[in-house]
């Protein structure tokens, strides 16, 4: 966003594509297909430097109901496999992902292994 303002700002002041990029290039990587991308949306008149609405795709697997019982098959038995869950729910692994790190918030936990000490039993 913070981006596209300044490429506005430099448009408005008669920059070319080129000059902006080099001097946006010098603070942060911006690549030079954006700007100019930018350039013709303000040279055809569109001022708004937000995005514009997309109609994509509607979530169908992160589903209150699959959260739920993604939460309930992970109260029972922890050490089920995100390939497991997403066979028994039939959903994609990215989709069981994302409900476990982002709508359960749980995270892997390490385990540590420690090596057994050596008695004089063993030697």
């Not at 055809?44 to 993604?70: A, M, Q």
């Not at 992970?74 to 729910?89: G, K, T």
């Not at 476990?100 to 385990?111: A, C, D, G």
């Amino acid at each position: 966003m913070e981006q596209r303002v300044n490429i506005k700002f430099c448009f408005k002041l008669g920059r070319t594509a080129t000059e902006t990029h080099e001097m946006l290039v010098k603070v942060d990587a911006v690549s030079k297909k954006c700007v100019f991308e930018w350039f013709k949306r303000f040279r055809d008149g569109k001022e708004d430097v937000k995005d514009e609405p997309r109609s994509g795709r509607p979530p169908t697997s992160t589903t209150p109901d699959n959260i739920e019982r993604v939460r309930r098959m992970l109260a029972d038995y922890r050490r089920l496999s995100l390939r497991m869950i997403a066979e028994e729910l039939k959903i994609s692994l990215d989709s069981v992902s994302n409900i476990i790190h982002e709508h359960l918030q749980k995270r892997k936990e390490k385990v540590y292994a420690f090596p057994t000490l050596l008695r004089s039993s063993n030697v």
